[in-house]
Structures are given as C-alpha cells and as structure tokens.
C-alpha cells in the first residue's frame, strides 16, 4: 500500500518538471537541494517500502538515493513515462544492456579510430595552440 501510494505520488510530482526547462518547475530549487534519500526519509514509513525505492535507484540510476537530487529523479521520470515504465525491462531504463558492460563500446571506438584517440592525456598539443 505504502509502496503503490509512493509510485502514484512520485508520477504526480514529475508531471510538475517541465522536460525542456525542468529548472523551471514551480520547486526546482527546493528539489534540487533535496535528496532522494532525504524525500524517502520523510515520507516513507516501513523499511521494505524504503529498501524497494532504494534498490530502484540504485537499479535504475547506478547510484546511491542520497547521491541524486529529487529534482533530476522527478525530471527522468517525466522524461520516460512514469515510475513503473522506468523501471520495467521492456520498454524502460533497463530494457537494453552490453553484454560485458557499457565500456566495451568506448574501447571498439578508440580501436576503430586508432591513433587519433590520446588516451591517459591531461593537456593536447595542437599545431593550432589551443
């Protein structure tokens, strides 16, 4: 119950975040400065509600809720259509993977472009100076 009120209230508050300007939600500042964790802490009451939305955070965004703002996580929801398209498989977030991970894909790229990638480099010498 708990659990399906959140999802609903969740949905409800993304719809407030424009997705073009989401700065521009009526709270933006106030959710920018608020974590997930810190929203779930005041909202949340029984700790498996509070260890699911956990565990959505970190499966759908790879981070910890006390390292996302509630601003971002209301604009991504908006974004893709709600909590539960978000974090289903077909048709959500998670739907699409590499196998082997996502860095295989920068390594064939770097491969493919050989030597034009400067790999471990902190400034680039260019005829051009800059």
């Given at each position: 119950?708990e659990t399906a009120?959140?999802?609903r ?5 993304a719809?407030q ?13 106030e959710w ?7 929203w ?7 700790r ?8 959505a ?7 910890e809720?006390?390292?996302?703002s ?5 604009f991504?929801?908006?974004?893709g259509?709600?909590?539960e ?7 959500g977030?998670?739907q699409e993977f590499?196998?082997?991970g996502a860095?295989?894909l920068s ?15 902190s ?7 800059g």
């Amino acid at each position: 119950m708990e659990t399906a009120c959140t999802i609903r209230r969740l949905d409800r508050l993304a719809t407030q975040v424009p997705t073009d300007r989401p700065w521009d939600a009526p709270r933006a500042a106030e959710w920018d400065r608020l974590t997930v964790q810190g929203w779930l802490d005041k909202r949340l009451w029984t700790r498996s509600a509070k260890s699911l939305f956990e565990i959505a955070a970190q499966g759908m965004y790879a981070a910890e809720p006390r390292e996302l703002s509630f601003l971002y996580i209301l604009f991504s929801l908006h974004a893709g259509g709600g909590f539960e398209r978000n974090a289903g498989v077909e048709g959500g977030a998670q739907q699409e993977f590499l196998v082997g991970g996502a860095q295989q894909l920068s390594g064939a790229l770097a491969r493919q472009l050989g030597s034009a990638v400067c790999l471990n480099a902190s400034k680039l010498n260019r005829a051009d100076g800059g």
